[in-house]
């Protein structure tokens, strides 16, 4: 997408618009974000040099925004064209009826994705930049401060990732009881500080109750309902 495709100085324009009003909902710590077409179209809040060593457009991936293109404007990357994902931010899609099935599976494929590249530092990686679809999956967004290196990174992005998905597992599996939330709080952040993934967590916990109870935990209400059988037990 070349520059000629959209008015910069509408965008521009529109940027400053929202500053005045405090409008936030499209910005972020680095930027403001326009939708256009099937694109996003995100003006940073300063400029930068072009640095070939650091240039995120070679790299290609269905489920991590990497930009298409950049913005110049005097020389300077004033912002970048980026994915537009059908989706919603994970903490608010996450509900009752979800899928956890189908949830493992997303957080699979990112994993997956992740670890294709591992000479990319992928910072600010947190529930807010986590996009999911019931239908599509999972995406990770707003790689403007991710940088190209020459180390893997990938066990440190991982854990990023993981990380991030605990917000994912207490909406899964909390229930209305304080008591046994911080029973299984504290399993969660034992699994994350001995190493283990949250992932297998996520099969360990309905393994054992397809075991124990014969029942086949489809959606966080399951969850929840099984969660009070095994405090009982």
Same mark, same amino acid.
């Given at each position: ?33 326009? =939708? ?16 070939? !060593? !650091? ?8 489920? +991590? ?26 903490? %608010? %899609?996450? !509900?009752?009826?979800?899928? =956890? ?67 994912? +597992? ?13 029973? +299984? ?26 075991? %124990?109870?014969?029942?086949? +935990? ?8 099984? =969660?009070? =059988?095994?405090?009982?037990?």
């Amino acid at each position: 997408m070349k520059n000629e495709e959209f008015s910069l100085k509408e965008l521009q324009k529109e940027k400053k618009s929202r500053e005045k009003d405090r409008d936030y909902s499209l910005s972020g710590k680095t930027g403001s974000c326009f =939708i256009r077409g099937d694109k996003i179209i995100k003006l940073y809040d300063y400029s930068k040099k072009y640095d070939t !060593n !650091n240039d995120l457009t070679k790299y290609k991936s269905e489920r +991590i925004s990497f930009p298409v293109d950049y913005l110049y404007q005097k020389g300077k990357i004033i912002g970048e064209v980026l994915p537009y994902f059908k989706a919603e931010d994970l903490e %608010k %899609k996450v !509900n009752s009826r979800s899928n =956890i099935n189908f949830l493992i599976n997303a957080c699979q494929e990112v994993e997956k994705e992740i670890s294709r590249f591992p000479n990319i530092l992928m910072r600010d990686i947190w529930g807010g930049n986590i996009l999911y679809s019931s239908k599509k999956g999972m995406y990770i967004i707003d790689t403007t401060d991710w940088e190209v290196g020459r180390e893997n990174y990938s066990p440190y992005n991982l854990r990023l990732f993981e990380n991030s998905l605990l917000v994912l +597992i207490e909406n899964l599996i909390l229930t209305s009881d304080r008591q046994t939330n911080n029973e +299984i709080l504290k399993i969660l952040y034992e699994y994350i500080s001995d190493g283990e993934s949250l992932l297998e967590l996520y099969k360990d916990f309905k393994k054992m109750i397809s075991l %124990k109870y014969n029942y086949d +935990i489809k959606n966080v209400a399951d969850a929840k309902k099984y =969660i009070k =059988i095994i405090k009982r037990s």
